[in-house]
C-alpha cells in the first residue's frame, strides 16, 4: 500500500507563498491535493497524472497554485502563490492507481497521507 507524508505548511502572511511537498513510498498514477477545515467537506484543491502533463485545479485556487511531480524522486509539489485568509486550511496529499486519468473527486482516491496546516493571516 502507498503511503503518503505531506510536509511544508506554516504560518504566513496574506500574499506571502508556500510550498508543500508530498513523499510517496510507492507509486500512484494520479495524485492530487485537498484541504479541509474544521465543519467543512473536504474540498477538491488540485490533481496532477503520471506524467504531469495533465493538470487540473480548482476555480479557487486557479493562477496562484501550481501542481508539480518528480517520480524519480515519488513527490508530488503544491506551489502556493499570492496565498490568502481564506487558504487557510488542512492541506492533504493523496494518490490512486485504479484511474489513469485525473479526478477532483475525493472518492476517487485510496491513499491519503496525515495532512499539513497553511494558516495565513490577514
Known amino acids: 500500500q502507498v503511503q503518503l507524508v505531506e510536509s511544508g505548511g506554516g504560518l504566513v502572511e496574506a500574499g506571502d507563498s508556500l510550498r508543500l511537498s508530498c513523499a510517496a513510498s510507492?507509486?500512484?498514477?494520479?495524485m492530487g491535493w485537498f484541504r479541509q477545515t474544521p465543519g467543512k467537506e473536504r474540498e477538491f484543491v488540485s490533481a496532477i497524472s503520471w506524467s504531469g502533463y495533465s493538470t487540473i485545479y480548482a476555480d479557487s485556487v486557479k493562477g496562484r497554485f501550481t501542481i508539480s511531480r518528480d517520480n524519480a524522486k515519488n513527490t508530488v509539489y503544491l506551489q502556493m502563490n499570492s496565498l490568502k485568509p481564506e487558504d487557510t486550511a488542512v492541506y492533504y496529499c493523496?494518490?490512486?492507481?485504479?484511474?489513469?486519468?485525473?479526478?477532483?473527486?475525493?472518492?476517487?482516491?485510496?491513499?491519503w497521507g496525515q495532512g499539513t496546516q497553511v494558516t495565513v493571516s490577514s
Open positions: 510507492g507509486r500512484a498514477s494520479s
Open positions: 493523496a494518490g490512486t492507481n485504479r484511474y489513469g486519468t485525473v479526478r477532483n473527486d475525493a472518492d476517487d482516491y485510496d491513499y
